[in-house]
């Protein structure tokens, strides 16, 4: 997958316009820096979210939820098998050294590497691999103040959240599930550099892979926090990417050539949109047109299938929290997957191999899913856990 788009933070304080003009028309946008960090000004405050009414069916929906496990319960992975190729994939990975976490690494593959660590405790019993697991989650309550922009958190913390909830650390070991409970709330809202300006501004305002990512990354931290008012935020806004703009339309978007009404732009095309007799229902237009302006026949962009790796994984939280996802918006996830199978002829292919095996999971469909799949930016092992 591409490396992902690079802004320069927006705000600056008035009091040193003139040197944030100087500086952008010297360094440019690839320079990453920030005012603060040039002119030697104080760290960022958290920024809080903007208000937003709440729709009475997305608070109903969460309290109303009985599901277990923010990404799978311990019934379900107790009934999965620990034989053939996709367990013997899993079993491998969580035989090796992770490494240690680095949550400002957008690259990096140790959280997929923790949460398989995870997934065979969980099967097992085996404490061996719990315990790198709770090393991990040391790491990152110690990690300091977050360094980093948005989407590399929105990436990796994910799959931490997941893999405590699978080994139930808060039943392991409390202090250490405290401590971390507390970093997930300060992680929420901490500064983040290099465009949106923390995990939840990222979510509300980027209709595209940023905006997916961390969405599924808040989604998980709300969902192990029990905090029910952010899930039912978290689904608003979620439908209101999937095309309900009653729901929620405060995206910031760019080219708007791939909408279907740039007039009423959404994340994922509606169902019957065509332009010309050509199918456009079901793309994902602020990241189809990473490959350029509307044109025919479509690029086969990357970029949406790398924000359908935060979008599954966000609507998968989000189902076990008790939302009908998969339904919204005639089915807008599957009919995503459909037009890149069927109109643009783009299966899965290298990290987004795990995601068609969530699609056939929910919608029953059979979509190319290879087995053994590999593991996504975000999170992975589909081809056992959602077989």
């Known amino acids: ?4 788009e690079m802004t320069m933070t927006a705000d600056l304080p008035i009091a040193v316009t003139r040197i944030a003009r100087a500086i952008r028309s010297y360094a440019g946008r690839a320079t990453g820096l920030t005012l603060a960090a040039l002119v030697g000004c104080t760290v960022e405050s958290p920024v809080e979210p903007e208000p937003l009414t709440l729709l009475p069916e997305m608070v109903a929906a969460v309290t109303t939820s009985t599901a277990s496990g923010i990404w799978i319960s311990s019934s379900e992975i107790a009934r999965l098998p620990t034989s053939g190729t996709a367990w013997t994939n899993l079993l491998s990975k969580a035989n090796e050294s ?8 957008q690259e990096q593959s140790t959280n997929v590497c ?19 697991v709770i090393t991990a989650i040391n790491q990152i309550v110690n990690s300091g103040t977050y360094n980093g922009r948005a989407l590399a958190l929105g990436r990796e913390l994910g799959a931490y959240v997941v ?35 923390n995990l939840i501004q990222c979510h509300e305002k980027r209709p595209n892979n940023w905006g997916t990512h961390c969405g599924a990354t808040r989604a998980a931290i709300a969902a ?3 905090d029910t008012a952010d899930l039912a935020r978290i689904a ?4 209101g990417f999937l095309g309900d703009r009653s729901s929620y339309a405060g995206f910031n978007y760019g080219d708007l050539s791939w909408q279907c009404d740039p007039s ?3 994340g994922i095309n509606p169902a019957g949109c065509t332009r010309y007799g050509r ?14 302006s509307y044109t025919w026949p479509a690029p086969k962009e990357n970029y949406v299938w790398e924000a359908l790796q935060g979008a599954l994984a966000q609507a998968t939280i989000l189902h076990r929290a008790g939302y009908p996802v998969w339904d919204w918006q005639n089915r807008a996830l599957r009919r995503a997957v459909t037009w890149l199978y069927n109109v643009n002829g783009y299966p899965a292919e290298g990290d987004d191999q795990w995601l068609p095996h969530i699609v056939n999971g929910y919608y029953g469909t059979s979509f190319s899913a290879r087995v053994p799949a590999h593991t996504g930016k975000n999170f992975g092992w589909t081809d056992w856990t959602h077989r």
């Open 236 to 239: 608003q806004v979620f439908k």
């Open 98 to 105: 992770c490494g240690s976490v680095k949550l400002s690494d």
């Open 264 to 266: 009423r732009p959404v």
């Open 279 to 292: 199918d456009l229902g079901g793309i994902l237009p602020d990241d189809q047109r990473r490959g350029g």
């Open 224 to 226: 192990y926090l029990g």
């Open 1 to 4: 997958m591409p490396m992902a």
């Open 114 to 132: 923790v949460l398989a660590k995870a997934l065979v405790y969980a099967r097992t019993g085996n404490t061996t691999y719990r315990a790198p």
């Open 163 to 197: 893999a405590a909830d699978l080994i139930g650390l808060k039943y392991v070991n409390s202090s250490l599930d405290n401590a971390f409970r507390s970093k997930l709330r300060s992680l929420r809202t901490t500064y983040t550099s290099g465009g949106p300006k």
